[in-house]
């Protein structure tokens, strides 16, 4: 890697880290903290179940097909983001610098990318695309996922963007299969 790339990359994970820093510090707010701890807790997979099962309830057997494919694209995010933070070992900003608030505790150990966010993209796409009345909802949850994973002091802002990206296309290659 030449010097250019180094500096371009060292300046892209300072700008990550110091804004890493401002968001998590919101968190000293109860109604943020609070608030983005349960959006937090319901995106480790509670929220996706549920719409799940009351999309087998409402469609009956037409839900079946939209399910298990929101299951599959699931289970293809979970193997690739633990591949990822198995290969990268990218350490938790709270890890790495004191002034970071953290609040809550990970799920597993490393940053890179953001799982939480990754599943809300895959499962909140899938279930927009089977669902188009359904956006008004899943975007905000989508979006509220993604930044309680910083506020809470859990991911860089790359991670979460990493997450998502990835997600987006894991849906895309799932319906290029359907």
Request: proline share 4%; net charge positive.
């Amino acid at each position: 890697m030449n010097n250019t790339m180094r500096l371009y990359l060292h300046r892209m994970q300072a700008m990550d880290s110091a804004l890493c820093v401002s968001v998590s510090h919101t968190n000293q707010y109860r109604i943020i903290r609070d608030v983005f701890r349960a959006v937090s807790r319901l995106g480790d997979g509670v929220f996706w179940y549920l719409l799940m099962a009351a999309i087998m309830l409402v469609e009956q057997g037409e839900g079946l097909k939209p399910v298990l494919h929101m299951m599959a694209a699931g289970l293809t995010g979970t193997l690739v983001y633990k591949w990822l933070k198995l290969k990268t070992h990218r350490p938790r900003p709270f890890q790495v610098r004191q002034d970071v608030w953290v609040v809550g505790k990970p799920l597993d150990h490393f940053s890179f990318p953001s799982g939480h966010t990754l599943h809300a993209v895959v499962f909140g796409l899938i279930a927009i695309a089977y669902f188009p009345v359904l956006a008004f909802l899943l975007i905000p949850f989508m979006l509220m996922v993604a930044m309680s994973r910083v506020i809470l002091g859990l991911h860089y802002p790359s991670d979460v963007l990493a997450g998502a990206m990835i997600g987006y296309l894991i849906v895309h290659c799932s319906f290029l299969l359907v």
